[in-house]
């Protein structure tokens, strides 16, 4: 069961919290606090290895881990994002500020066997609902990821079929592909 703090909160007394930081992720929707489940084996493998497949895709975007996004009155914390160089804001160091206040380009979340699917789906519509282009569901129980683009377009595929991806990426990868990564030490 997903831990959710029982006392309703503002997103800025949540983003105060001192358990925010813990590990898995803290996250804030419709007044709530929400921990994400721990990540197990299969996960944290599709996990890097997405990263992997589309870090340096294009020098345009940069591609992270949980990174936090708050925006739209929500604080979520999706697996994987691929965000413009151009929606981070600087300091005067020229380094990237900390907190990441908008959505990201694309959102991927990997479902985990005890999280609830419409809780993802609801925060990946959330981001697409804020300037988000692209949200994906990666199922490894079902073998399917589903896919969500605005204006709320949704396709589930399975097999051999191309995934969407950024319009601007050069990248054929189908769901088959990303569930081959399961497949430790075999060559499909």
Known sequence: MTPVLSQSLTLEDFLELP??????????????????????????LLQK????????LNENYLTLPE??????GRSIV???????FNAIQFNELGEPEDQFLTAPDWA?????????SNRVIDNLLHCLK??????????PNDYSVLILTAPQDVKICRGDQLLQVLPDLEL??????????LKLGKKE
Not at 130 to 139: A, E, N, Q, T
């Open 19 to 44: 358990e925010l930081e813990q590990s898995p992720a803290w996250e804030y929707v419709a007044g709530h606090a929400v921990q994400k489940p721990m990540p197990k084996l299969r996960h944290s």
């Open 49 to 56: 290895r997405l990263l992997t497949q589309l870090d340096g």
């Open 67 to 72: 990174l936090r996004c708050t925006f739209g």
């Open 78 to 84: 999706p697996d994987v994002v691929m965000i413009s």
């Open 108 to 116: 991927i979340e990997i479902l985990s066997p005890d999280q609830s």
């Open 130 to 139: 804020h300037g988000s282009k692209l949200g994906w569901l990666v199922d």
């Open 172 to 181: 054929q990868l189908t769901a088959q592909d990303i569930f081959n990564w």
